[in-house]
Each structure stands twice: as structure tokens, then as C-alpha cells.
């Protein structure tokens, strides 16, 4: 019965904590979509999240693979010399990074507080700019409730189940 009541606290623990993680999705003026996507974390508390030591000021992992910066070359918040910062009430991103790898330019620009512009971004490689356009984050999926919800049914399950008793 212990080991039962263990494994239901371990199997609680073990769901992720409510960390925002978000998408990004880059469009060219042109009208395609860039080969380009991207992720990042947040602490879920922050209301101005910033990559300042990621971790420190509410970012927790960032991560945008654009063009030929993708896998182990990809713009991170790691060993790349950027800055990020994600306003959680705007639900806006910028970004301007140098690629530590590559050595390629990203900028990503919100959009001015109570306009109806969209957020930019610029691509630039060796000098020349490659590609202009828009970015969007969407928020990533969320787990499952009724995964979030299994422990939860497992302990009640084992509170009514019919006790023995010796005899």
C-alpha cells in the first residue's frame, strides 16, 4: 500500500510546473513562410520576461532555427550575444541576436504598444539582408487535462478501495 501512495506522489511530480512555452512562426513581405521557427520558455510568472542570464530575469530557454542556423548552429540564448524579451500582457516578442556559430543577424521587433502593426523581423548574412517580414507566437499546446488529472484519480481510487482486515 506505501509503495502504491509513492508511486501516485511520484507519478503527481512528475507533471511538468506551468512553465509558458511559445511558438514562433516567421512570414516574408513576399507572402510565403520563412523556413524559420522557434521556441522559448518562460518561468510562468513573469510579466516582463528578459533572457538576462536566461533564468534570471523570467526566460528560460530560447531557441530560433532560421534558414541554415538550425540544430547546433540555431540563435539561442546560450552562447549567442543576444537579448530577448517577451511581454506577457502584449503577448509580443523582440529579439536582435548575432549567431555565435554563423554569424548571422536576427532582429525581431514588437509592434509599438496600441498600434496595429505587426511584429517585424530582419535576416541578414555577411552583410546583405536576406529576409523581411512578420512573426507570430502562439502559445505551445498544453498537456493534457486528463493527464494532469491521473494522480488526482489514482489516490482517491486508493482512499474507496475496500480495506482487509485480519481476522
Known amino acids: 500500500m506505501r509503495f502504491l501512495h509513492t508511486l501516485v506522489v511520484l507519478c503527481a511530480l512528475s507533471v ?74 502584449e503577448n509580443t516578442l523582440g529579439y536582435h541576436g548575432v549567431n555565435s556559430e554563423t554569424g548571422d543577424l536576427l532582429f525581431m521587433d514588437p509592434p509599438a504598444i496600441g498600434t496595429m502593426f505587426p511584429a517585424t523581423f530582419a535576416f541578414t548574412r555577411d552583410g546583405s539582408l536576406l529576409a523581411t517580414g512578420t512573426f507570430a507566437i502562439t502559445p505551445a499546446p498544453e498537456p493534457r487535462t486528463l493527464f494532469l488529472l491521473l494522480p488526482v484519480v489514482a489516490l482517491v481510487g486508493l482512499r474507496w478501495r475496500p480495506q482487509r482486515h485480519r481476522v
Open 16 to 89: 511538468p510546473l506551468s512553465a509558458d512555452t511559445f511558438d514562433i512562426t516567421f512570414f516574408t513581405f513576399s507572402g510565403g513562410i520563412y523556413p524559420g521557427s522557434g521556441t522559448f520558455t518562460t518561468d510562468g510568472m513573469c510579466l516582463v520576461c528578459n533572457s538576462g542570464g536566461l533564468g534570471q530575469g523570467g526566460m528560460l530557454s530560447f531557441t530560433i532555427n532560421f534558414d541554415r542556423d538550425t540544430g547546433p548552429d540555431a540563435f539561442d540564448g546560450i552562447d549567442d550575444v543576444s537579448a530577448a524579451t517577451y511581454f506577457r500582457i
